[in-house]
């Protein structure tokens, strides 16, 4: 009873969301108005792809490359089913499978009368899989997009290998992705608008995410000895490989805790090869991704892109993306599983809410063309490095903007 009461008081607190059993759909009292679902049901399906002859960075040669896709769906329920689980999903650091519950219903039927609906890549970390950010599958399914979530081979939880092959193979498994989605094909029939694509990636994700919205390498990225020249030279800026490899139904791009641009994988050239909005989100203690040298130097750098910049004050890697911490990730410290998923300071679910906020006000302006969302994206700014407190932000109540600073910056 007393361990109860405990978790029951950290949740009421807005700590830890342990009490939540596994949901990705948790909506919290203190939530921004973006972030309440929408007015669609939604379905979910498991779609298992194959990028075929690809060139195996890690051993030579080629081979064919499986790309496991969950997709969501707003769905015709006709007053049925209700919101379904998601079994045997793998957690991090880890050999234990979890249950995760939502609001979508496996398999069920499309609705394509209000489509088609755009379409939203999301891209997990490394390591990662397709559920790690899975909260915002469901979340903009049910306002009117397809999602489709990305496992990225040698790169998840039960396939990590050698990074070179994620450094190589991100952006062309995202676009990959759009491509076969975009087909319309089978139950996607009259689902899918191509045409304005969208690509939200994590730390990794962002990596690859930056890369397919414009931001090619710089030519030091193939002398790192991170990935051999050869394994890169198709993502290098003003390659032909590369001019070949950029897909223009992408129209936008969120970033969050990209990693890359700490360690010089882009110059400027790079960077103001950005010509569509970029949404950026971060931590400004990201021990990872670092937030001064490479999440602002990135928003900074796409001189070329309308961008916007959410930073979450005090939060490292874990910022906005991840969902919460399963229950069975009860053990903290160094390489836990928990630690894989929270973060320190903020809670899981609060990122989240946030995040799927500002992602709806972005993607319903720049794929969809919604006006009404301008304003949610005109909010006050800051300066990141000092302490942000209470501020009229639209969509926001009282008291619940303290820790966010907000930054826009035009095209230059």
Excluded: C
């Excluded at 990225?221 to 992408?250: C, F, I, K, N, T």
């Excluded at 400027?268 to 490479?294: C, H, K, Q, R, W």
Aim: proline fraction near 6%.
């Amino acid at each position: 009873m007393r361990l109860v009461l405990a978790v029951a008081f950290l949740v009421g607190l807005g700590g830890i969301s342990v009490a939540d059993d596994n949901r990705i759909d948790i909506q919290r009292p203190d939530a921004p108005e973006l972030a309440a679902p929408g007015p669609y049901d939604i379905g979910v399906r498991t779609l298992d792809l194959v990028r075929e002859d690809v060139p195996n960075v890690l051993a030579g040669g080629t081979y064919d490359r499986p790309v496991t896709v969950e997709v969501w769906y707003p769905a015709d329920l006709q007053g049925g089913a209700a919101g379904g689980d998601y079994v045997d999903v793998q957690m991090a650091n880890s050999d234990q499978k979890i249950t995760l519950h939502g609001q979508a219903v496996r398999d069920a039927a499309p609705l394509a009368e209000d489509g088609p609906y755009p379409l939203v890549i999301l891209s997990h970390g490394f390591p990662g899989n397709r559920f790690l950010i899975s909260h915002f599958g469901e979340n903009l399914a049910s306002k009117g997009f397809v999602v489709a979530s990305i496992d990225h081979f040698e790169s998840t939880y039960e396939n990590q290998l050698g990074f070179a092959s994620t450094l190589a193979n991100r952006s062309p498994d995202q676009l990959f992705v759009l491509d076969a989605i975009a087909s319309g094909e089978d139950f996607l029939d009259g689902m899918v608008d191509g045409e304005n694509s969208a690509i939200i990636g994590y730390s990794m994700g962002g990596y690859g995410a930056l890369i397919s919205g414009g931001a090619g390498l710089a030519p030091a990225a193939g002398q790192m000895g991170m990935a051999s020249p050869e394994a890169l030279a198709g993502l290098m800026a003003g390659s032909d490989g590369y001019d070949e490899h950029l897909d223009p139904r992408v129209k936008a791009v969120v970033a969050i805790g990209p990693w890359g641009g700490q360690v010089g994988l882009w110059d400027e050239v790079g960077f103001a090869g950005i010509e569509i909005p970029l949404l950026v989100m971060g931590g400004s203690l990201d021990e990872v991704s670092n937030y001064e040298t490479g999440i602002r130097r990135i928003f900074e750098g796409a001189v070329n892109s309308d961008r916007y910049l959410l930073t979450f004050q005090g939060a490292g890697h874990n910022a906005a993306a991840p969902m919460p911490p399963p229950v069975e990730a009860s053990e903290g410290g160094p390489g836990s599983p928990f630690e894989h998923y929270a973060d320190f300071v903020w809670d899981n679910a609060r990122m989240n809410n946030i995040a799927q906020h500002f992602v709806t006000a972005f993607l319903g302006l720049h794929l969809k063309g919604d006006e009404t969302m301008e304003p949610y994206l005109a909010v006050g700014s800051g300066s990141w490095n000092e302490p942000a407190g209470d501020r009229a932000w639209k969509g926001f109540g009282e008291r619940t903007t303290r820790g966010l600073v907000w930054e826009i910056l035009p095209i230059e």
